[in-house]
Nanobody, 114 residues
Framework: VQLQASGGGFVQAGGSLRLSCVAS????????MSWYREAPGKQRELVAS???????NYADSVKGRFTISRDNARNTMWLQMNNLRPEDTAVYYC???WGAGWYMGQGTQVTVSS
């Protein structure tokens, strides 16, 4: 299984980015897909997750600014990030779970300047 994340980049504070994650396996059978991030010197943290039924969960630090979504017909998940802050700077990883298997893709760098 491969998860291909893209959409990262360099943006000024207050700007927006949209991350995408395309899976090589049907996401219709994935009960949970998530975005994690890892900043230099910090532990990896859960940013947002979405179940197959569409239930979402967000880290307190991104609530009201980030929106997670998925389209199983396209085997794709997105993370819309608005009002970005310098503290959002990190490598963002997409993950997906199929049954007992959990997979993580390569990361995409997001850099927010002040």
């Amino acid at each position: 299984v491969q998860l291909q994340a893209s959409g990262g980049g360099f943006v000024q504070a207050g700007g927006s980015l949209r991350l995408s994650c395309v899976a090589s396996r049907s996401t219709g059978a994935s009960d949970n897909m998530s975005w994690y991030r890892e900043a230099p010197g910090k532990q990896r943290e859960l940013v947002a997750s979405i179940t197959n039924s569409g239930s979402t969960n967000y880290a307190d630090s991104v609530k009201g600014r980030f929106t997670i979504s998925r389209d199983n017909a396209r085997n794709t998940m997105w993370l819309q990030m608005n009002n970005l802050r310098p503290e959002d700077t990190a490598v963002y990883y997409c993950t997906a779970r199929w049954g007992a298997g959990w997979y993580m893709g390569q990361g995409t760098q997001v850099t927010v300047s002040s």
